[in-house]
């Protein structure tokens, strides 16, 4: 199975076109030594030819121009997307399905809950339908494994993950299962194992479990401390408000992987906030102490 990181940043990017925090200033005036990431999304496939992307980013045009096989060029119009799968309903991950337009129909995976948010509070799969039949929604059932056509050896198994719905959505104030999801993909003629979750707000035993079973586990790496948008000044929700879990302290990120001794670890969805983009930081030096790994837009995994 072939994974190319297309974007590795969180919402808004890095650095984030408004923010002077130390980060994405230091980033600009370059007294600070880190790379520019686009927002999350991967593209996973069998073959290295059908690409199933999971998130559509509002990055999406450079992302693909930046990965020649997403044009493989065999056809007047032609993309190496075969289908798209949505971890969540969030802006970030979606709003690239608008610059898809172009190509529709695509064949788009995600669960009820997603489904309802982009068809009442952001409707893009209403709007679409104007652009030659829009998205087709095929719906993800909650823990039932299921294979995409194009890319036939791999197998997706959805986990529901705790989060909070977008601001836009219908049952913002009331989780339910499926707002946001994990997946496990299986490639069943390599045996490779990958665990992806940009979105975790908590691992239990049971996740823990499943993650124990993973060759790679691709993990959300938003944030340093719950806290950390405070201390940079920019803004007053914590990590956890927003359904991510931070990397330091008690009971943290780097705790949970640290039980995990066999497998790769990357972090990925990394806020522009966070202290690891900093490659001469002492929280890049302890990762690195750890062997865990920060995802940048160009890696790529084999498995
Ligand atoms: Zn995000
Ligand atoms: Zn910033």
Same mark, same amino acid.
């Given at each position: 199975?072939?994974?190319?990181?297309?974007?590795?940043?969180?919402?808004?990017?890095?650095?984030?076109?408004?923010?002077?925090?130390?980060? !994405? &200033?230091?980033?600009?005036?370059?007294?600070?030594?880190?790379?520019?990431?686009?927002?999350?999304?991967?593209?996973?496939?069998?073959?290295?030819?059908?690409?199933?992307?999971?998130?559509?980013s509002p990055d999406i045009r450079a992302q693909l121009q930046s990965f020649a096989p997403m044009q493989p060029g065999r056809a007047l119009r032609d993309t190496g997307i075969s289908a798209i799968i949505l971890m969540d309903s969030q802006i970030d991950h979606t709003t690239g399905l608008l610059s898809l337009?172009?190509?529709?129909?695509?064949?788009?995976? !995600?669960?009820?809950?997603?489904?309802?948010?982009?068809?009442?509070?952001?409707?893009?799969? @209403?709007?679409?339908?104007?652009?030659?039949?829009?998205?087709?929604?095929?719906?993800?059932?909650?823990?039932?494994?299921? @294979?995409?056509?194009? !890319?036939?050896?791999?197998?997706?198994?959805?986990?529901?993950?705790?989060?909070?719905?977008?601001?836009?959505?219908?049952?913002?104030?009331?989780?339910?299962?499926?707002?946001?999801?994990?997946?496990?993909? /299986?490639?069943?003629?390599?045996?490779?194992?990958?665990?992806?979750?940009?979105?975790?707000?908590?691992?239990? &035993?049971?996740?823990?479990?499943?993650?124990?079973?993973?060759?790679?586990?691709?993990?959300?790496?938003?944030?340093?401390?719950?806290? /950390?948008?405070?201390?940079?000044?920019?803004? @007053?929700?914590?990590?956890?408000?927003?359904?991510?879990?931070?990397?330091?302290?008690?009971?943290?990120?780097?705790?949970?992987?640290?039980?995990?001794?066999?497998?790769?670890?990357?972090?990925?969805?990394?806020?522009? @906030?966070?202290?690891?983009?900093? /490659?001469?930081?002492?929280?890049? &030096?302890?990762?690195?102490?750890?062997?865990? /790994?920060? &995802?940048?837009?160009?890696?790529?995994?084999?498995?």
């Amino acid at each position: 199975m072939f994974v190319q990181i297309l974007g590795s940043a969180a919402g808004g990017g890095f650095p984030q076109w408004n923010c002077n925090c130390a980060n !994405c &200033a230091g980033f600009r005036n370059g007294s600070l030594r880190a790379t520019a990431r686009t927002q999350s999304s991967i593209a996973i496939s069998d073959d290295g030819v059908n690409w199933v992307l999971c998130n559509a980013s509002p990055d999406i045009r450079a992302q693909l121009q930046s990965f020649a096989p997403m044009q493989p060029g065999r056809a007047l119009r032609d993309t190496g997307i075969s289908a798209i799968i949505l971890m969540d309903s969030q802006i970030d991950h979606t709003t690239g399905l608008l610059s898809l337009r172009e190509g529709c129909p695509h064949q788009v995976w !995600c669960t009820d809950m997603v489904h309802e948010d982009l068809t009442t509070g952001f409707p893009l799969f @209403t709007m679409l339908t104007h652009w030659n039949g829009g998205l087709s929604w095929n719906r993800i059932e909650l823990d039932r494994s299921f @294979t995409i056509l194009a !890319c036939p050896s791999l197998r997706f198994t959805p986990l529901p993950l705790r989060s909070a719905a977008p601001p836009y959505s219908p049952h913002r104030f009331d989780p339910h299962p499926g707002d946001n999801i994990g997946l496990i993909v /299986e490639d069943l003629n390599t045996g490779g194992k990958l665990f992806y979750a940009p979105g975790l707000g908590k691992v239990d &035993a049971p996740l823990l479990e499943i993650m124990a079973g993973s060759d790679c586990l691709l993990v959300d790496g938003t944030m340093w401390d719950d806290d /950390e948008m405070q201390r940079r000044g920019v803004g @007053t929700r914590t990590g956890r408000e927003m359904g991510h879990l931070a990397q330091s302290g008690p009971g943290g990120m780097l705790e949970v992987l640290e039980q995990l001794p066999k497998q790769r670890k990357v972090l990925i969805h990394i806020n522009n @906030t966070n202290p690891i983009l900093d /490659e001469d930081s002492p929280e890049r &030096a302890e990762l690195a102490r750890r062997k865990v /790994e920060v &995802a940048y837009d160009g890696m790529s995994i084999v498995l």
